[in-house]
């Protein structure tokens, strides 16, 4: 008989499975040290390359996007002398290191602002041919790179004239931090730009000027690495299934000197829907490298740590002995002597009695064949009614075992390595929250800006005395400005002139309003309205409702936590997750953060971070809006927060690790009793009635075995136990009708 099923199987895997997991707790619960830097820390330096990339790419894309736009704006209204639209674009958009404008027939330069441009690399290859007035990268006599954005002005009646603005591939302008450092990397891992290493003439001691000159080293060394790992397809590059950032980013460690370790997170610049939207700078094969020193961390294991590792290994290998000892007992020892002794009656051995075992369904199977025994024959046997029904069975056993394990996995997954507000978290996460914090705030900044721009660029070429051509003209600038819901030409008196997109709000024109207002309170979702004079139309203004969805996708960044971008009363305005108009912020001390954020502090208001110790850790950080623009005074903030308890520190890993253990031995539980239960003790509590009913004399009811095991060999003696009970009962019938020798005669 095939004893592949049955009670063995899933005792074994239980003491297997007890086995691993006891070696499993005693490595991570054991001997598990503090790495030499946590690797929260090296994700949040990748997070940080990230947002890196993501603004470089938004300015390339921008600076690329606005010359072209404004070109094919010009090329649809009347001819412009080259000086007059060098200065018209230099007071729209201050972000080109030099403009030039050239006759493309002669090659003379007509008019040039800014920074001068060299000619040498233009040829008929970049003027013609799929690629033409592509942007590329060209290299000045300084040894700066820079990148050449070209469009063709033409005009009716007038030759045409090449427009070429020059771009810095600089590292953008946001706040770094203090200590660390990010460059602009290109395909052959050459840096193009860095941003935050110390001059050495501002360095006060040798000994800084060596350490200055080791971080030098070891952004050269990781820019190599980063250029060659970003050259991979970001789909080969991840785990399968993995998502967040679109194109190709990690992390890198380098080397350590004076106690602290190089630390860096690189990021190739991706578009922000590759599928939907293709990216001009994502083309160049860039990658932008964030590398921070990082204190190397001394925590190393004590022999405390492995000996708990140890003892808590050694309780699981304990009470799952004793756990396999009661199953043993309890279910497997009496089991297989019933199918002993049910084969042994089967086969017409009826000399001894049944061996009955003490109690369960497995004593009601031994009284039945005991029973049994004496119908079919056997000395000494009885074949009355049973004793008294014992209603203790086989979840007894079951029950006991689960407690056992269950005297583990409570502990160790509840109790044991559990954290508290007094989790040391790296002072360089909260550095990080708050810079990267200040980050979004200048990138949702310089969105407003790029908006209110646009709208400058396209108040110029509107004529508020012609409502159908401004209608016609606003309906082209929606389509292509995908950041409004809606915009409108209202005149002095409030009145809507042209409108295109949504149903437009209230706008009322006073000189101490700012040009960036919120209204709405109330509604659904807030109001954001940016503003634009019209020239030479004295009280109107082009008014654009820019979409509360679009600031909420510039706030969704990983590793940050929840941000939300808030007003000086500390109301909400954009989420990057689900929010209610000018609703308040959940944790009260963070209003308080968005008003020290605020208090003018020398050059003006700065970001802050702090520590949350109120019940748990959280890490919080408000960036006020500074900088440039007509955004950086209306007194919004950009608050993110998020739990310590997501960071990858020793603490939480501990705490996790145990959770896991526990839950490990919870499934082990789970599916070993649960195997016995399915596939043993349900079996056995029918196999107990059927042999009662058996011995009771139902002869009609044929016995099949469900399972090849114990208990189906068990019911197969049954059914071969039947048969010769009916024989036996069929031939004493048969006896009992023939008719006496003899009678009826003399």
């Given at each position: 008989?095939?004893?592949l ?16 997991l ?8 054991g001997?598990s ?11 949040s330096?990748?997070?940080f390359a ?13 600076r ?13 209204g009347?001819?412009?002398e080259?000086?007059q639209v ?9 972000k080109w ?12 330069v ?7 441009i060299?000619l ?10 799929r690629?033409?007035?592509?942007p ?5 006599e300084?040894?700066?790179v820079?990148?050449?954005t ?5 005009w009716e009646d ?8 020059s771009?810095?591939l600089s590292?953008p302008?946001?706040n770094?931090?203090p200590f ?12 193009l730009?860095t941003?935050?290493?110390?001059q050495?003439?501002a ?7 060596k350490e200055?000159?080791?971080?030098q080293k ?11 790992y ?8 991840k785990?399968?299934?993995?998502r967040?950032y ?14 602290r ?6 990021a ?13 700078a ?15 961390q001394?925590g190393?294991?004590g022999p405390?740590?492995e ?6 290994a050694g309780?699981l ?7 396999a000892?009661v ?11 019933l ?6 009656l ?6 001894r ?5 003490r109690?369960?369904e497995a ?9 049994l ?10 074949d009355?009614a ?8 086989l979840?007894?056993p079951?029950?006991v075992?689960?407690v056992l ?5 409570v ?23 708050r810079?990267?914090t200040?980050?979004?705030a200048?990138?949702?900044?310089r ?20 409502p159908g051509?401004t209608?016609a003209r606003?309906?082209?600038a929606?389509?292509e ?5 809606a915009?409108?030409v ?8 042209a ?8 706008w009322?024109d006073?000189k ?22 019209v ?14 969805e679009f600031l909420n ?9 929840e941000?939300?971008?808030?007003n000086a009363?500390?109301e909400?305005l ?8 000018f ?6 001390a ?7 954020g ?10 802050n971070?702090?520590l949350?110790?109120?019940?748990g ?9 500074s ?9 919004w903030t ?7 308890e ?12 145990s ?5 490990l031995g919870?499934?082990?539980?789970v599916?070993c009793?649960?195997?016995v239960?399915?596939?043993v003790?349900?079996p056995l509590?029918?196999?107990a ?28 003696s ?5 048969q ?23």
């Open positions: 008989m095939p004893l099923g049955g009670i063995r199987p899933p005792i074994a895997v239980l003491c297997v499975l007890i086995l691993a006891a070696g499993l707790t005693a490595k991570v619960l001997p040290g503090e790495p030499v830097v946590p690797k929260a820390v090296l994700s330096q990748k997070h990230e947002d890196g990339a993501i603004a470089l790419r938004a300015s390339i894309d921008e690329i996007t606005d010359l072209r736009r404004t070109v094919t704006a010009l090329n649809a009347k001819p412009a080259p000086e060098l200065s018209d674009l230099g007071r729209t958009y201050q290191t030099g403009t030039t404008i050239l006759d493309l027939k002669s090659g003379d007509l008019a040039a602002r800014g920074e001068r060299p040498a690399w233009l040829d008929k290859e970049v003027l013609t041919g690629h033409a007035l592509a590329r990268m060209v290299r000045l300084t040894g700066d820079r990148l050449m070209m469009a063709v002005l033409d007038r030759p045409q004239q090449l427009l070429i603005a771009n810095s590292v302008a946001i770094l931090g660390r450092t990010m460059a602009v990397v290109a395909q052959d891992g050459e840096v730009a941003a935050g290493f110390e050495n003439e360095l006060n001691s040798d000994q800084e000027r200055l000159t080791f971080l070891q952004m050269s060394r990781m820019a190599e690495q980063a250029a060659e970003t050259a991979e397809h970001p789909v080969s590059a785990e399968p299934g993995s967040g679109p194109g190709v980013s990690g992390t890198l460690l380098g080397d350590d000197y004076n106690g370790v190089a630390t860096a997170g690189y190739s610049l991706a578009s922000s829907d590759p599928e939907e939207k293709k990216s001009v994502a083309g160049l094969g860039l990658t932008v490298v964030a590398m921070l020193p990082v204190v190397q001394q190393g294991v405390d740590r000996l708990f590792g140890l003892i808590a309780a290998v304990v009470l799952g002995l004793l756990a000892a199953l043993w007992v309890s279910v497997q020892r009496p089991l297989l002597r199918f002993l002794e049910s084969r042994r089967a086969r017409g051995d009826l000399t009695p049944v061996s009955v075992p109690w369960g004593a009601r199977v031994g009284t039945a064949l005991e029973r025994r004496g119908q079919l024959g056997g000395p000494g046997g009885t009355g049973p004793g008294g029904k014992v209603r203790l069975g979840r007894v079951l029950a075992t689960a394990l269950l005297l583990w996995c502990p160790v997954g509840l109790l044991l390595n559990r954290t508290d507000g007094s989790v040391s978290v790296p002072a360089t996460m909260v550095n990080d929250q810079d990267r200040d980050l979004v200048d990138r949702v900044r969105a407003l800006n790029e908006a209110q721009a646009d709208l400058v660029s396209t108040s110029r070429l509107i004529d508020a005395g012609d051509a209608a606003l309906k082209d929606l389509r400005h995908t950041r409004y819901q915009l409108y209202v005149d002095d008196t409030g009145e809507v002139v409108r295109a997109g949504g149903d437009p709000h209230d009322s006073g101490d309003l700012p040009l960036i207002r919120v209204s709405g309170k109330g509604e659904r979702k807030p109001v954001i309205q940016v503003g634009a004079p020239p030479e139309h004295k009280g109107t203004t082009l008014v654009g409702e820019v979409r509360v996708s510039l706030l969704k960044r990983p590793g940050l936590g941000v939300r971008v808030v009363d500390a909400t954009a989420a990057s997750g689900g929010f209610l108009a609703e308040d912020l959940p944790n009260n963070l209003p308080d953060l968005v008003r020290a605020n208090v003018p502090v020398g050059a003006g208001p700065v970001e971070g702090l949350l110790r109120d019940g850790v959280t890490v919080a950080a408000a960036a006020p809006f900088g440039g623009g007509v955004a950086s005074d209306i007194g950009v608050v993110s927060w998020q739990d310590a997501h960071f990858q520190i020793t603490p939480y890993e501990r705490e996790d690790r959770v896991l253990a526990g839950l919870l499934a082990a539980i599916v009793l649960g195997w239960y399915l596939v003790a349900r509590r029918a196999l009635a059927g042999a009662e009913k058996l011995a009771d004399g139902d002869l009609k009811t044929v016995h099949y075995p469900r399972y090849q095991d114990e208990v189906g060999a068990i019911v197969r049954l059914e071969l136990i039947r010769q009970l009916q024989a036996r009962r069929q031939n004493q019938a048969r006896r009992a009708a023939e008719p006496r020798l003899g009678a009826g005669g003399r």
